[in-house]
């Protein structure tokens, strides 16, 4: 908490710079070291380009990224090509490589059966440079891989958080602790390399059970969620929690969450998951759920519901004077300054009257915010427009978290995620 007030309270900017120099010292964070790895992560670039299948293989187009390290090709990531075969990647600037295979047994893993192809029909090297984006040719599958030299053999060194999409896990596991949280926050380049994120299962998966997306805020992680899940009826929802570094840039995390669900859902076909963010995670939510629909326009039908809970939605004037002012500037902080193109980009675009949206927002009793995020924020006219329902708290921006109340409102809604705004909730009375 007290680092969320560092990054999102309304102060002056020249406090906010004392604050923000003084939070490096309490974190014992290398002023230097933490410039090193924003660096890293604003000079990333994007590779672009399309996969046609003309194999007749069925399944997921799985699309890997390989880095050159002195002539050894390292897997780095992957992802799932959209409907229409388009994919994106983020890439450190450098040399890469990339291929693709159809999935055919939808294992995330390839065979020796599956269709593929590299791009350039070989492995062929494409140079990407910092803040730019590479557009290739399409990669067209005709049927199995080429044969190729010998000496191209990959080492897997895809990060944690690929790898723990749909791990199994406990809130009492030791990666899940503040010191992680401020990590996240601050060294996100270090959070990624020790594969501390993920989004992780806290049961085994059952299809009889909803599950329900949990995303956190800035600086926070899955143990925010504890009261939540201890309220939730378990016969009926399955928790999932979503865990990654708060300081990267959001549309980052987004692609993140956009392609961990796809690759949950391609694992277990469930029908319908809900998704609940707090604070910055609404933000997330809200570009991952544009972006899970851009997948394919038939995942509208799988978002049950999505409830934002005292979210920063129209930015906050503090990241401003975060980035026009502080010696150092976390990427985060550039999306949620007022203004921004992250925003700008996920209010363009109109929520699906498909799924039910419900707003949540506090405030402290004479004071116009919630300690944190002013309701003018929280509460912007487009998305009180495109709300199911809007709901009051008098309550404290984190404090929420823990209250009773809400995790009745939370059991209500799941009930009955279509609610209209004339529905009557017996007994509930958020103040």
């Not at 670039?45 to 996969?51: A, E, H, Q, V």
């Not at 910092?130 to 557009?135: F, G, I, N, R, Y």
Request: hydrophobic share 40%.
């Amino acid at each position: 908490m007290r680092n969320s007030r560092i990054c999102f309270s309304i102060i002056s900017s020249f406090i906010y710079v004392l604050l923000v120099c003084l939070c490096f010292i309490m974190t014992g964070c290398s002023l230097m070291e933490i410039h090193k790895q924003t660096t890293l992560v604003e000079k990333v670039g994007t590779i672009k380009g399309r996969i046609i299948n003309q194999g007749g293989q069925k399944g997921p187009v799985i699309v890997l990224r390989f880095i050159d390290q002195q002539g050894v090709p390292v897997l780095m990531q992957s992802v799932i090509a959209n409907e229409k075969g388009e994919y994106e990647l983020i890439a450190a600037p450098g040399r890469h490589y990339i291929a693709a295979f159809i999935d055919a047994n939808n294992d995330r893993k390839f065979q020796s059966r599956e269709h593929g192809n590299f791009y350039g029909n070989q492995p062929s090297l494409i140079q990407v440079d910092a803040q730019k984006v590479t557009a290739l040719e399409p990669v067209v599958i005709t049927g199995c891989f080429p044969k190729i030299s010998a000496d191209f053999r990959p080492i897997d060194h895809m990060v944690g958080m690929v790898k723990n999409i749909g791990k199994l896990a406990s809130l009492d596991d030791p990666e899940f602790t503040p010191e992680n949280y401020e990590k996240g926050f601050w060294k996100p380049v270090d959070f990624l390399k020790d594969g501390d994120g993920g989004v992780f299962l806290l049961e085994p998966y059952h299809k009889e059970k909803i599950p329900v997306l949990l995303i956190h805020g800035v600086n926070n992680g899955p143990t925010l969620w504890k009261p939540v899940v201890a309220a939730m009826d378990r016969q009926a929802f399955q928790p999932w929690v979503a865990f990654y570094p708060s300081g990267l840039r959001l549309d980052m995390i987004s692609d993140y969450l956009s392609q961990a669900m796809v690759i949950l859902q391609n694992k277990y076909g469930f029908k319908k998951f809900y998704v609940v963010a707090h604070s910055m995670g609404g933000l997330v939510a809200r570009s991952f759920i544009k972006k899970y629909i851009a997948q394919d326009s038939n995942n509208v039908n799988q978002i049950g519901l999505t409830i934002t809970v005292n979210s920063p939605m129209a930015g906050m004037a503090s990241a401003s004077a975060g980035v026009n002012h502080s010696p150092i500037v976390m990427p985060s902080w550039r999306d949620v300054a007022p203004d921004s193109a992250f925003l700008h980009g996920i209010h363009d675009w109109q929520w699906p009257a498909q799924v039910p949206y419900h707003l949540v927002i506090s405030h402290l009793e004479s004071d116009g915010s919630d300690g944190v995020v002013p309701l003018e924020s929280q509460a912007r006219w487009k998305l009180q427009t495109e709300a199911a329902r809007i709901y009051l708290f008098t309550e404290e921006h984190t404090h929420i978290i823990s209250n009773s109340r809400f995790h009745d409102l939370l059991n209500h809604i799941f009930e009955r995620p279509r609610a209209d705004l004339t529905h009557h909730l017996p007994g509930f009375d958020p103040q």
